[in-house]
Nanobody, 127 residues
């Protein structure tokens, strides 16, 4: 089992920044990496970004490229999502998750590649 706890969400004005954190505990060695998804009201949960432990490969959804950065703390099983130039359409609950098998490129955006999920943290961007 893996436990994931997200933090760092909140209310920010458009154009502002937030940094989300996800602390993992338990059998973290069984994962291939970690990622972030988000879900806005009335919408499907969608892929945001992922980072693979092996080789440190990072992958982003097109709508966040150049604005969001995913990174990891090698000393602890923690992943961060730095979000800059936030837009009102970025408003959603953001979920941290673990990659259950090797993936690369667009394959890392497939929700089926993920197993454990955090409880989510709300990000609200006001105009």
């Amino acid at each position: 089992q893996v436990q994931l706890v997200e933090s760092g969400g909140g209310l920010v004005q458009a154009g502002g920044s937030l940094r989300l954190s996800c602390a993992a505990s338990g059998r973290t060695s069984s994962s291939y990496g970690m990622g972030w998804f988000r879900q806005a009201p009335g919408k499907e949960r969608e892929f945001v970004a992922a980072i693979r432990w092996s080789g440190g490969g990072v992958y982003y959804a097109d709508f966040v490229k150049g604005r969001f950065t995913i990174s990891r703390d090698n000393a602890n099983p923690t992943v961060y999502l730095q979000m800059n130039s936030l837009k009102t359409e970025d408003t959603a609950v953001y979920y941290c998750t673990t990659i259950r098998a090797y993936c690369s490129g667009s394959g890392c955006s497939d929700r089926a590649m993920y197993d454990y999920w955090g409880q989510g943290t709300q990000v609200t961007v006001s105009s």
